[in-house]
């Protein structure tokens, strides 16, 4: 895993390589029940532009990430935004998903952007955020696909 925070500071960009093929890696980012075993539990997703679906946690079912599907293609990740309404201040972030044919595998490239680095609490979240990304949350989708 990578990060490429100078592309763009604002936004978090992570890289990480699967050995297994984009489909795989596709499947992982967009059957609900193998969401919900690396990210969060989703409500009502489909990967179809338009869809409003929420993703819940299961600690706290009432604390929850509201998201809207932007852009879906067959075959490449979807991309949605991202919004915690029960935040002090609430965000609107778009999460963004690129698969690559890397050699016998596949690259994945994660953009979260939407944060303004200029509020100083903004930047902290993002900086939490990405670490969060790296630390927690990428990981269990390497399981996710190892398996």
Same mark, same amino acid.
């Given at each position: 895993?990578?990060?490429?925070?100078?592309?763009?500071?604002a936004a978090v960009e992570l890289g990480s390589f699967f050995p297994q093929p984009p489909e795989?890696?596709?499947?992982?980012?967009?059957?609900?029940?193998?969401?919900?075993?690396?990210?969060?539990?989703?409500?009502?997703?489909?990967?179809?532009?338009?869809?409003?679906? #929420?993703?819940?946690?299961?600690?706290?079912?009432?604390?929850? %990430?509201?998201?809207?599907?932007?852009?879906?293609? =067959?075959?490449?990740? =979807?991309?949605?935004?991202?919004?915690?309404?029960?935040?002090?201040?609430?965000i609107r972030l778009l999460i963004d998903w690129t698969l690559h044919p890397q050699g016998h595998?596949?690259?994945?490239?994660?953009?979260?952007?939407?944060?303004? %680095?200029?509020?100083?609490?903004?930047?902290? %979240? #993002?900086?939490?955020?990405?670490?969060?990304?790296?630390?927690?949350?990428? =990981?269990?989708?390497?399981?996710? %696909?190892?398996?």
């Open positions: 895993m990578i990060a490429d925070t100078h592309l763009n500071p795989a890696v596709w499947r992982a980012l967009t059957d609900p029940d193998l969401l919900q075993r690396w990210l969060l539990r989703p409500t009502g997703f489909q990967p179809v532009p338009g869809i409003n679906f #929420r993703f819940t946690t299961p600690e706290s079912p009432i604390d929850e %990430i509201l998201c809207e599907v932007r852009t879906a293609r =067959p075959h490449e990740p =979807p991309t949605y935004t991202w919004l915690h309404p029960h935040a002090v201040d609430p595998g596949t690259r994945l490239l994660l953009t979260q952007t939407g944060f303004d %680095i200029e509020d100083r609490r903004q930047k902290m %979240i #993002r900086n939490a955020t990405e670490r969060s990304w790296k630390r927690r949350v990428l =990981p269990k989708l390497t399981e996710v %696909i190892h398996h």
